[in-house]
């Protein structure tokens, strides 16, 4: 069974940091992408960060320059260090990652459960 599972949420002051992390198991052949999503109440899933094997990165623009999404490729982990943190940040955290498994064709896509962070002073 392959999956993908989030830590790291919590709750933080305006102004503060946290750092997310989601790790990938199970028979994993590849990775090519892993990212970072967030839904806030009565909004839609976006997208907050993504990274491909090869190190290339895209970031939302609402997080640029407070986000930093990374990637440990031996380890079939990400993380999202979030610096600077706004009330507008709270969300839940999803984590997905684009894998090929063993004995597999063909990439599909896997979701984590999600992470909750708020921030909120």
């Known amino acids: 069974q392959v999956q993908v599972v989030e830590s790291g949420g919590g709750l933080v002051q305006p102004g503060g940091s946290l750092r997310l992390s989601c790790a990938a198991s199970?028979?994993?052949?590849?990775?090519?992408?892993m990212g970072w999503y967030r839904q806030a109440p009565g909004k839609q899933r976006e997208l907050v960060a993504r990274?491909?094997?090869?190190?290339?990165?895209n970031y939302a623009d609402s997080v640029k320059g407070r986000f930093t999404i990374s990637r440990d490729n031996a380890k079939n982990t990400v993380y999202l260090q979030m610096n600077s943190l706004k009330p507008e940040d709270t969300a839940v955290y999803y984590c997905n990652a684009n894998l090929r498994v063993v004995n597999t064709t063909g990439y599909l896509e896997l979701w984590g459960q999600g992470t909750l962070v708020t921030v909120s002073s």
């Open positions: 199970g028979s994993i052949f590849n990775i090519y992408a």
């Open positions: 990274i491909t094997r090869s190190g290339s990165t």
